[in-house]
């Protein structure tokens, strides 16, 4: 199959061309310059230079590459984000998903793109009812602290990718990417803050994640190019997983010392509404309804000894 890749070479775009090659697929990427698109051709990957907030550029890179399929992993994500400027941090994120999404989506129509898969997030949910949520959740679109703008913006991709008529949208909710090239590495920028004990359990850390395993993460992208029904799908692990269990396992498996334990008065206070938000009131994810369509299973069911094995290399 040809296959475009917006997002190449990043986190999730590097294990997923790897893996789309071994399978005899022929992989193409967009680039946003010529020393980007050398890094594409050094890959192995076909580089189609454009702007992605450039319709036309967009429109005919695409017409170019003529894939059956398209694959949407644009983020702009630091490094190191610093939790209190959540709402800096992602703006460029929130504006790939709000302004390149429509101009991609409009390009894979115009060129018969068969599917477009794209990145979005299963841990936007609004804080209510189970403590794991499926897809029929609703978004935590009203959020008004930093979270908020992310929420939106996701929401807005996501309804661009399925309200694009003529093309099969699907929309890949990927749970926290942990393992190689994440933050939620041994040389990550989440583990670094919490090497320093700087990433504390607050107010109890009764919010639940759902982990993803990178290779996992680009596994089960491969899964969903052909099969299955246009529409939303968690992309994760099978074992949600409160802060107050996941984060001393993660500090435990890095080496480091627990984390601190702060009221959640106080986490408000010092990084805002919205860390208080991840750490006490986040909901997990099913993946059930991933499984059941593209018979997939992760190799790395549990975060637990996913975190074991990440870290076992250090
Ligand atoms: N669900 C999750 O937990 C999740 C999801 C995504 C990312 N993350 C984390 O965020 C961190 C950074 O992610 P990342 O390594 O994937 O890097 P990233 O900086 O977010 O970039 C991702 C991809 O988007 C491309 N891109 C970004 N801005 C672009 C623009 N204006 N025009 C065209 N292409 C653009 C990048 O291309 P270039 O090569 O041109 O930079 C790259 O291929 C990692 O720690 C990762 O684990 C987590």
């Known amino acids: 199959m040809k296959i475009l890749i917006a997002g190449a070479t990043g986190a999730i ?6 893996l789309l090659q071994a399978d005899g697929h022929e992989v193409a990427g967009l680039a946003r310059s010529a020393e980007r698109a050398a890094a594409l051709r050094a890959a192995g990957v076909e580089p189609h230079v454009c702007d992605v907030y450039d319709a036309g550029s967009v429109h005919d890179a695409v017409a170019a590459a003529a894939p059956e399929v398209l694959i949407h992993q644009l983020t702009a994500i630091p490094a190191n984000v610093d939790i209190r400027r959540y709402e800096r941090d992602f703006a460029q994120t929130e504006r790939l998903r709000r302004e390149a999404t429509p101009h991609l989506m409009a390009a894979a129509r115009a060129a018969g793109v068969r599917r477009v898969l794209c990145q979005s997030i299963s841990f936007m949910t609004a804080p209510q009812g189970p403590r794991i949520h499926d897809e029929s959740a609703r978004s935590f679109t009203e959020a008004q602290h930093q979270f908020g703008p992310m929420v939106r913006a996701t929401d807005a991709m996501e309804r661009s990718v399925l309200g694009t008529p003529d093309v099969e949208g699907v929309v890949l909710r990927y749970g926290f990417f942990y393992g190689p090239g994440t933050s939620y590495s041994p040389d990550g920028g989440i583990v670094a803050e919490i090497a ?3 990433f504390p359990v607050a107010g109890g850390g009764t919010g639940v994640s759902s ?3 990178i ?5 089960a992208t491969v899964a969903a190019l052909t099969g299955g029904t246009p529409g939303i799908y968690n992309v994760c692990d099978d074992e949600p997983a409160a802060m107050h269990e996941w984060l001393p396992a993660m500090a435990a498996a890095a080496g480091a010392k627990p984390p601190r334990r702060v009221p959640a008065f106080l986490a408000r206070l010092a990084a805002g509404a919205h860390a208080v938000h991840f750490a006490t009131e986040m909901r997990g994810n ?3 309804k991933f499984k059941r369509t593209f018979g997939w299973t992760p190799s790395h069911p549990s975060w637990q000894e996913g975190f074991d094995e990440v870290f076992a290399t250090r």
Do not use: K
């Open 13 to 18: 775009g590097r294990p997923l061309c790897r």
């Open 211 to 213: 982990f993803v395993h």
């Open 286 to 288: 099913s993946n059930a």
């Open 196 to 198: 320093r004990r700087r």
């Open 215 to 219: 290779d996992d993460a680009a596994a």
